[in-house]
């Protein structure tokens, strides 16, 4: 079978379980700009977050064995947190183009907060991580560091993508443990992608002049390490966008991506 090579172009493979990952796109395409992109949602699985390290590893495998045998793949993000922490550094063994995956930028927030407390909102599976854990074990002798995971976040991110009004209120109640510490965290690191894409809600309903963090000057400094090895870039862009399901809300979310640059949709069987 012939593998799929779009416009003679670097192709970039994007996925996460919805919308959360086109706050990377979204990012990525500010400083590559004529790169086409193909950007899996895995929403016959979403959400990922509350499901086992396990299974999430297998299905990135999964995922990647087909699109790669269809495409021509230059270079993987995963854009997802919870499908990250769930597949690296294992995942790469298993293929030959690079994999950048990002995980909640804890070390950052060590350098932004002024009172010493830290905030990371992140999915149950990344929270559970292992190598998460233990990491927010070791920054916790000098920091405070505040968790919290919360399914009904990531959902209302996907209700706003998809045009629907989203409750401030609702946000704020996820927020309630927080009000009752001794001192709000300064630093919120958003450890799921998804919490990028209400930013602005957020800001509305938490204490002023939090700084946020998320994965997103990772990303690029990761990418322009790869990138220098592609001099010819042509702007002839095809931008695509997969799903492993069709639902309602892949209708109510097409006027949005198309608005974001994709211009060509298609179920895939994974
Ligand atoms: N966007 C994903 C992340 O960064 C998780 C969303 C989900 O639970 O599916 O972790």
């Not at 399914?151 to 989203?166: S, T, W």
Request: charged share 20%.
């Amino acid at each position: 079978m012939n593998k799929i090579l779009l416009q003679n172009n670097i192709t970039i493979f994007i996925f996460d379980s919805g919308v959360g990952g086109i706050s990377i796109y979204n990012q990525i395409k500010k400083f590559f700009p004529k790169i086409n992109f193909i950007y899996l949602l895995d929403n016959k699985f979403f959400p990922y977050g509350i499901k086992s390290k396990n299974f999430i590893y297998k299905r990135c495998i999964k995922i990647l064995k087909k699109i790669s045998f269809h495409y021509h793949i230059s270079l993987v993000i995963i854009a997802c947190n919870t499908a990250s922490v769930s597949s690296f550094p294992m995942i790469q063994k298993y293929f030959s183009f690079p994999i950048i995956g990002i995980t909640p930028v804890i070390k950052d927030s060590i350098n932004t907060t002024n009172n010493g407390v830290i905030g990371i909102i992140a999915t149950k599976t990344t929270l559970e991580n292992y190598y998460i854990k233990k990491e927010i074990k070791y920054f916790q002798k000098n920091y405070i560091i505040e968790f919290l995971s919360s399914k009904k976040l990531v959902f209302l991110a996907e209700e706003k993508i998809q045009g629907l009004n989203i409750s401030l209120k609702q946000i704020k109640k996820i927020f309630k443990p927080w009000y009752k510490l001794k001192k709000f965290p300064d630093t919120i690191v958003l450890g799921c992608t998804h919490f990028s894409l209400i930013i602005d809600e957020l800001k509305q309903i938490l204490p002023k002049n939090i700084k946020f963090l998320n994965s997103n000057t990772y990303i690029i400094s990761e990418m322009k390490k790869i990138m220098v090895n592609y001099k010819f870039l042509f702007n002839l862009q095809k931008n695509i966008i997969l799903y492993t399901k069709y639902t309602i809300k892949i209708k109510k979310i097409k006027r949005y991506l198309i608005n974001q640059g994709f211009n060509f949709f298609k179920k895939i069987k994974i």
